[in-house]
């Protein structure tokens, strides 16, 4: 009688338990969907996906790694819609090797394809004065900024992740 007691015990148990682990799960999606753009990174850690670093993320896409600052290591990416947002902890600017500057907001979005960025919000060049950036996309060695116009620049000035320089205003 104790082995059958404990037998529908311990199934009833694995039933329940089973159930309870679906509804942790659903309620940290909730949760997720719930909170900050910003916050959804400590989400996913807790449900066990873990990011690459951005570096490596943009790599896989075939843009240059040091497209963002070094301050921006938090980022989020939808495969279905292919939204990327990054998060940056303050509006910067970064200047690169080849005297070009981009100016950061706190929170750059766009819609990723393979070597191609568009859709961009966030980002502002200078050209003759500050210009908006909507796309950003590579060919072999080179970069293209699409900021009112095309700028084409060395692709090699972005391979190295650069610190940013706080600003004011962005």
């Not at 394809?113 to 796309?135: F, N, Y």
């Amino acid at each position: 009688m104790d082995q059958i007691i404990g037998k529908v015990g311990g199934l009833w148990f694995s039933q329940n338990a089973g159930k309870e682990m679906n509804n942790v799960g659903e309620d940290l999606n909730s949760i997720s969907s719930s909170i900050g753009d910003g916050a959804k990174w400590m989400v996913n850690k807790i449900k066990g996906k873990m990011q690459k670093p951005l570096p490596e993320f943009l790599k896989e896409y075939d843009l240059p790694v040091g497209l963002f600052p070094q301050d921006a290591t938090n980022y989020e990416f939808d495969e279905e819609t292919k939204k990327l947002t990054v998060h940056i902890a303050s509006a910067c600017e970064v200047g690169y090797k080849d005297s070009s500057v981009l100016r950061f907001f706190t929170c750059v979005t766009g819609h990723l394809d393979k070597g191609k960025l568009s859709e961009v919000e966030g980002i502002k060049t200078k050209i003759l004065i500050w210009t908006k950036v909507t796309a950003v996309r590579t060919e072999d060695a080179k970069v293209h900024f699409s900021a009112g116009l095309n700028k084409t620049r060395n692709r090699d000035a972005y391979e190295v992740v650069r610190d940013g320089v706080t600003i004011d205003k962005f």
